[in-house]
């Protein structure tokens, strides 16, 4: 076993403690702050991907925007200092079943399939590939329309984030 | 190196993670954290997919940002709901908004 | 390779054959190596910073008319070191109905996400810690980091002081964050990388003539980001006490004062390197010697240290709302305009002769600058208008 698969594996395994933490604890800001780790896990395998420029936005969205948000989110929906009841509905055992089954499902099939490689396959020598994302997604042959789309879904998003969420006087 | 199998699995366990928390909490604000968990999960995917497989081609990095993008404009509805939900009926658990079972 | 020019691969590599001579493997000498070396630039800049408490309390003395320290050593310059004693010594409380761990991890992250920032600011062409190719995200994704240390100070300490400014610290931060991530894109733009040695390279001509009010807009969401007055609504004495960090005492507050301290120096020096020409200067040998370069952002830095200074003394604390509003009704669209124009000026002129591109570039600024004034001043006379209109039919 090499290192950089004993570090995978370390950081897959704080990722996953801290998921479950993420769906099980009673404190929602707990959950978020734990939400906040496994993204942060995903940014460190971003990296361990050779794609930096998504390791750092991941961090920039999901942990500068995005636990934010949740954090206040629960400031602003709570009734009083401790959350109240349990933390899971009534049924979760049965919750508990289907997500074991998903994820049975999903390592049968992963298990099943045959030729996933063992090793990533060479960077092409001598291309940029923050600059061959940026042409992507703005060169009219390859993203620029999804690309578009996407801020149009963005914007259509925050104004109606804003007009559900403002109060009225 | 890593197999890329690894990756799949974890991907799949945070996936699966992600299910049950949807399923099972009560308060709106951790479904819409469980949802982020789906999210990113399938993001570990689409990447792992693009330097196992295709390092040449952008696919995997467009499509995860362009995942981003929704996750971001998904949170913002998302949480507008659930505080505009709380404001009239004083409660953010999902179990407890069953107006339409009446 | 010599000493002068690359002294940090000098050094290293001597390092390098002499642990290897002892008989220790390769790749473990270049981890301990490349610890050795965060180790060191840490230390440093943790010693600069005593330094700066020092600069910070002199200056401020000078702007409010006093001498300020000056009892401890020649010009009071060991004042610092009773400061951190006194710290030290201080009883350390950890309130009841605090969240103990988050509340004691809050002071950590708050200076951690400023020393991530100096992995990537270039000290020299070969003084840096690594040359990201997307260093000027990465540093506002440092940024993010500082964000949650302080929503996580506030919520932990159990107070609602602490909490109110916690909020608006937070609510400040993320609508800054949008004008100084509009405004990093605009050497980015000039320059054609986001990685800060190549942002340096490509300057010329300092950025700061093609590009005065990306500049601008870059120190003053710096400003708002580092909290200083007049944005400093998340430590309003008067009105929350001491905003987020009250609950700290003793050193746990003291590493919150030294990453703001060392934060406002490293924005210093980012304003330098990346609209300021980071370690070149208008004399030879700039890029030659290393140790010349750093000094030149060190000099270039402080400047800016002192100029953020200068704003925070002079310049009276606004208004929460008024502080949201400039940000979102005026900055934001501000500096995406700014952006705009100086994108298509840049992708217009960029063949032309270099004078004449420099030029236009600056000329389009002016420009920029003269209808947004022009525009501020028909918005200020109609709402005069407004006001004075109703007070008159009040009375």
């Known amino acids: 076993m090499t290192l950089a698969q004993i570090f995978f594996l370390l950081v897959a395994l704080v990722m996953l403690f801290s998921a479950l933490k993420v ?52 400031m602003l929906t709570r009734r009083d200092a ?42 092409p020598a001598g291309v940029d590939a923050l600059r061959a994302l940026g042409e992507a997604l703005v060169s009219p042959q390859a993203f620029a329309l999804p690309f578009e789309v996407a801020s149009v879904l963005l914007v259509a998003a925050l104004v109606g984030a804003v007009y559900v969420a403002y109060g009225r006087k | ?53 295709t390092p040449t081609q952008m696919s995997g990095q467009v499509f995860a940002i362009i995942v981003l993008a929704v996750a971001a404009a998904e949170v913002a509805v998302g949480l507008a709901l659930v505080i505009s939900v709380y404001r009239r009926r004083q409660t953010a658990v999902a179990d407890e908004l069953d107006l339409l079972k009446w | ?82 400061d951190v004693l006194k710290l ?94 509009v405004a990093l894109l605009i050497p980015t733009v000039l320059a054609g990388t986001m990685g800060m040695k190549g942002v340096v390279e490509a300057q010329r001509v300092w950025f700061v003539v093609l590009s005065p009010l990306g500049m601008l807009v870059f120190l003053i969401s710096a400003v708002a980001e580092l909290g200083r007055a007049p944005f400093d609504l998340n430590e309003a004495e008067s009105e929350i006490v001491a905003g987020f960090h009250i609950e700290y005492s003793g050193m746990k507050f003291g590493l919150f004062y030294a990453g703001e301290l060392l934060h406002a120096f490293t924005f210093g020096a980012l304003i330098g390197i990346l609209f300021f020409g980071g370690w070149k200067w208008p004399l030879p040998f700039g890029d030659r010697y290393a140790l010349i370069g750093l000094v030149n952002v060190v000099i270039k830095g402080m400047f800016f240290y002192w100029v953020i200074m ?6 009276m ?24 124009v100086t994108a298509l000026v840049h992708s217009l002129m960029r063949q032309a002769p270099y004078p004449l591109y420099v030029l236009s570039l600056f000329l389009a600024n002016v420009l920029i600058a003269w209808v947004t004034i022009e525009i501020l001043r028909r918005y200020s006379h109609q709402e005069r208008v407004r006001l004075v209109g109703a007070a008159v039919q009040r009375n």
């Not at chain 1, 109240?84 to 998903?102: D, E």
Request: glycine share 6%; no cysteine; net charge neutral.
């Open chain 1, 82 to 123: 401790s959350e109240q009841g349990a933390p899971l509905n009534p049924n979760w055992p049965v919750s508990a079943l289907i997500a074991l089954v998903t994820f049975g499902g999903l390592a049968w099939l992963l298990r099943a399939w045959q030729g996933l490689p063992e090793s990533a396959a060479a960077l």
């Open chain 1, 23 to 74: 769906v099980t604890v009673r404190n929602l800001i707990h959950a978020a702050l734990w939400l906040v780790v496994t993204l942060f896990g995903v940014a460190v395998l971003f990296a361990m991907l050779d794609a930096g420029f998504l390791a750092v936005v991941q961090v920039m969205v999901y942990i500068g925007a995005i636990a934010i948000l949740f954090i206040f989110a629960v």
């Open chain 2, 1 to 53: 190196m890593i197999p890329l199998s690894w990756y799949l699995f974890l991907s799949a366990a945070l996936f699966s993670v992600g299910v049950f928390g949807v399923l099972a909490r009560r308060n709106a604000v951790a479904i819409l954290l469980a949802i982020e968990l789906m999210l990113n999960a399938v993001n570990i995917n689409l990447v792992a997919f693009w330097r196992y497989l």
């Open chain 3, 317 to 340: 604390r606004i208004r929460i709302d008024h502080m949201l509003y400039f940000s979102w009704k005026f900055l934001t669209p501000f500096s995406l305009a700014v952006l705009m």
């Open chain 3, 310 to 315: 200068w704003i925070r003394y002079t310049v």
């Open chain 3, 88 to 181: 030290i010594t201080k009883e350390d409380i950890t309130p009841r109905g605090a969240e103990k761990f988050l509340y004691n991890l809050a002071p950590i992250l708050s200076l951690l996400s400023v020393l991530l920032l100096w992995a990537v600011v270039p000290l020299a062409p070969t003084i840096l810690g690594v040359d990201l190719n997307v260093a000027l995200v990465y540093l506002v994704a440092a940024g993010a980091l500082g964000t949650l240390a302080i929503i996580m100070a506030g919520w932990a300490s159990n107070n609602k002081y602490a909490l109110l400014g916690a909020f608006r610290q937070v609510a400040a931060m993320i609508a800054y964050e949008i004008p100084m991530v």
């Open chain 3, 1 to 82: 390779m010599s000493i002068w020019s690359d002294p940090i691969a000098f050094i290293g590599s001597w390092l390098e054959n002499l642990l290897v001579g002892w008989g220790l493997s390769l790749d473990l000498v270049q981890v301990l190596i490349a610890a050795l070396g965060v180790v060191v630039l840490i230390t440093a800049l943790m010693v600069f910073d005593i330094l700066l408490v020092w600069i910070e309390r002199k200056v401020v003395a000078r702007f409010q008319d006093r001498l300020g320290p000056n009892r401890v050593g020649p010009f009071g310059i060991f004042q610092p070191f009773a």
